[in-house]
């Protein structure tokens, strides 16, 4: 990259954050139109840069450019709620706490099956990768580590996801990182992690070591539960 990228790409990156922010947060309604020579205005950025974030934005379905119109921002129910970036700029907003809930909602639906499946599909060196992610969880459960935890938090469970070999629910490993991540940068944590919760990925490590399916399944909704009793204190 050479020493003008950078700043243009800084840049870039700054109106999309902003914009993205905005949309889903609700100040700017759907159906609103923005008016991509006062972008340009207001960020002092190019056109080029405008026409990036813009083309960006209607990646996710946030919005739509109309010829005449201008850029329209989209119904809620249209957008791509899976996009990473989507996720983290909802949960930067007042919504938080529903969003938070509908997210952790959607992993107790998902993760306990692939924690099933996981027991049955996983390679010795999956079932490797998910032991040492466990142990790297209690590692840095103690003494407000929590930067650390949720590295290891987050590769915990990519494994599960992509070892129950559905290619669906691997793919779903984004919006889990995304919402862990959430979680801590946000607070919505304790300091220290709950360490009955922390007990509980060590056992779905050996359950889907040792190919117990049901256990295997069983131990992660007990995982979900906790995390859906925790928003109840947290972020009710």
Partial sequence: ??????????????????????????????GSVLRTDEIAERFDASRTVVREVVRVLESMRLVESRRRVGVTVRPTDEWNVYD??????RLAGADRPRQLRSLTVLRSAIEPVAAGLAATLATPDQCAALTEAALG???????????????HDIAFHRIVLTASGNEMFARLGDVVAAVLTGRTRHDVMFHDPDPAAV??????????????????EAL??????????ELDVLAP
């Fill in 199 to 216: 007990t509980l990925h060590v056992q779905v490590a050996e359950a889907v070591r040792e190919g117990d399916a049901a256990r295997a």
């Fill in 1 to 30: 990259m050479s020493s003008e990228d950078g700043p243009g790409q800084g840049l870039h990156s700054r109106v999309l954050d902003t914009l993205g922010r905005a949309i889903t947060a609700g100040e700017y309604r759907p």
């Fill in 137 to 151: 969880m209690v590692r840095t459960s103690r003494g407000h580590q929590l930067d650390g935890y949720l590295r």
């Fill in 84 to 89: 990473p970036r989507v996720i983290r700029w």
């Fill in 220 to 229: 992660t909704r007990q995982i979900a539960a906790g995390a859906l009793d």
